[in-house]
């Protein structure tokens, strides 16, 4: 059974920082280009970032280029997003996904 379980999310001040976690299982991690995207309030979901199967190649959206990275390692089936310079329009939840599947998602609020 494939799961995906994202984690580190919460409150930060504009300008802030986090990291996002997403923890995979239940399917073969490497052989997957991972994605990260995300929902804001009354908005429908939208894509953030991508990372190819080996992490050589990513990519991402305007709204977050120059802000955020995406990373990831195989050998602890984890994908990451760190997201810098935080605005309070990135307030969203944030959801991993492996092309098909789709965790919980983990919540980002950015206010002061």
């Known amino acids: 059974q494939v799961q995906l379980v994202e984690s580190g999310g919460g409150l930060v001040q504009p300008g802030g920082s986090l990291r996002l976690f997403c923890a995979g299982s239940?399917?073969?991690?490497?052989?997957?280009?991972m994605n990260w995207y995300r929902q804001a309030p009354g908005k429908e979901r939208e894509w953030v970032a991508s990372?190819?199967?080996?992490?050589?190649?990513?990519s991402y959206a305007p709204s977050v280029k120059g802000r955020f990275a995406i990373t990831r390692n195989n050998a602890r089936n984890m994908v990451y997003l760190q997201m810098d310079s935080l605005k309070p329009e990135d307030t969203a939840v944030y959801y991993c996904?492996?092309?098909?599947?789709w965790g919980k998602g983990t919540l980002v609020t950015v206010s002061s």
């Open positions: 996904n492996d092309g098909e599947h």
């Open positions: 239940g399917f073969a991690f490497s052989n997957f280009a």
């Open positions: 990372i190819t199967d080996t992490g050589y190649s990513r």
